[in-house]
């Protein structure tokens, strides 16, 4: 009997809990616990921290996992470097779901920086009015460019103020539509946007109307995590379970 632990918050791991679900697969769904109330899921739900690599390691003997697939969002880095130690220790195969990074199309401004630290670099000059679509976790550093007007969108409203003078929230959970992100970008007379390369359908609205806009874009380069097995599509996940993606439990098999 198989157990299958998806490392979930993102959009395809959603799909892929549903895709499971429909297949009578168990399964359970792991959310670190980062927002208030996130997506009711067809699937059990677990939230919070592991306790590290021994956390997981620990988790994965005593629920009797028997396959874990690493469906986070690529800057969880850290979470993705705890799966590839932990499925190592713990010998139960291990898969990452991943969307392909995003690519920027002929006219696109994008200006590449290789993490968070060299986005906040880039950000010294003249007051600018900025959209800074990055959730909450890493607002703090962008107080050391105080000088531009922020436009911030968060999933949850924050129990304190952002710590930047000059600055405009937004609380709104994706998936986002162009339209709408055109709409705020001229609302606010953005002048550049700030994000990271998550790649997917989910987050790609603001890049898609920056690129209507004829606005530059600040694209932060993912995060390094370890060699593991990747794939990109939900029937590639089924088929490695073992379970095609052509074969509905209904049928009988
Ligand atoms: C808690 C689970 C689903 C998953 C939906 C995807 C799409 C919508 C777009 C912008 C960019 C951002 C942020 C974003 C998107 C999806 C996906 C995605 C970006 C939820 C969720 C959790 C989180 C955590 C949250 C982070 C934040 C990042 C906001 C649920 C809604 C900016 C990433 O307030 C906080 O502390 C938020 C923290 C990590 C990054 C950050 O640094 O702040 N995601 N987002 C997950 C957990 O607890 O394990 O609440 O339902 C999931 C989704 N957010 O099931 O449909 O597939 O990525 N999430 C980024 O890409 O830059 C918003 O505003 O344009
Ligand atoms: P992270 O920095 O890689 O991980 C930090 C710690 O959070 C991990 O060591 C682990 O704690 C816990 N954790 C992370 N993801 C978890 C999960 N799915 N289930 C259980 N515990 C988890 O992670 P993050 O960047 O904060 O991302 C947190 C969540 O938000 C993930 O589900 C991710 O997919 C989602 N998300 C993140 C981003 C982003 O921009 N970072 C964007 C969209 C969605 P322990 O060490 O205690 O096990």
Redesign the pocket.
Known sequence: MEHILIL???????ALAAAVAERGLTATLS?????A???AQPIPVRVGGFGGVAGLERYVRDHRVTHLIDAT?PFAATMSAHAVAAAQAAGVPLLALTRPAWQPLPGDRWHGVPDIAAAVTALSGPARRVML??????VETFAAQPQHRYLL????SPDVPPALPDHRLVVD????TVEGDMRLMQEHGIDLIV??N?G?T??EA?IVAARRLGLPVLMIDRPFIPARATVHEIGEVMDWLGHSAHEPAHLGV
């Open positions: 979930g918050g993102t959009g395809e791991a959603s959310y670190a616990g980062r927002t109330n996130p997506r969002h679509a990055l959730g909450r976790m890493h969108r968060f999933v949850d959970r994706g998936p986002f994000c990271k998550a997917g989910g987050a603001k």
